[in-house]
């Protein structure tokens, strides 16, 4: 483990207001590259690290991610499914939904999304994703959240690209033929 993420995690550790002087720095101190947690980077999980180890995180996230440039707020959003906040994340996650930045709405349809959004917020969310070109595998809960509702917009939003002589996405056909069956 590198030096600087073990010190910091005992900082935080001892106390969480620390995070607000450490997070934006992990880029720099663990780097930024692929991790080996697919879609993830090395400082996505150094900053989720943090999260997790730090008592009460909960009550830093909202300024770490209001202050936070993208990839601090994308670890925000992938820590809430590790940060014990009940439905107090859901304003990030709604907040992140709003842009138009896909690493930000990929990492808000995680699993603290599958959750603890509302079916009607959960399936704008997989739609905003599918819109955005952002591949539905990447969309958390969508085997155990998908109702008739979120295939009757799948199928309007598939109506629509093929009467615009447009393709559907790929992954998006398995969801339709899947509830004919």
Not at 131 to 159: N, Y
Request: charged fraction near 25%.
């Amino acid at each position: 483990m590198n030096a600087w993420l073990e010190k910091a995690l005992h900082d935080v550790a001892h106390d969480a207001s620390v995070l607000r002087t450490l997070f934006p720095g992990v880029g720099r101190r663990v780097g930024r590259g692929p991790s080996e947690t697919p879609g993830w980077t090395v400082d996505d999980v150094a900053r989720v690290r943090l999260l997790q180890a730090a008592p009460d995180a909960a009550a830093e996230l909202p300024d770490l991610y209001r202050y936070g440039d993208a990839a601090e707020k994308r670890a925000v959003l992938r820590g809430l499914s590790v940060v014990d906040t009940g439905d107090a994340g859901l304003d990030l996650v709604a907040d992140a939904l709003r842009t138009n930045d896909p690493r930000l709405v990929t990492a808000a349809m995680g699993e603290y999304a599958a959750t603890h959004l509302a079916d009607s917020a959960y399936r704008h969310g997989v739609l905003k994703c599918v819109f955005m070109g952002i591949p539905l595998a990447e969309v958390a809960g969508l085997d155990r959240r998908t109702d008739e509702e979120l295939v009757r917009m799948m199928r309007s939003f598939a109506a629509e690209r093929t009467a615009a002589g447009r393709d559907v996405p790929a992954d998006l056909l398995p969801l339709l033929t899947e509830q004919d069956a």
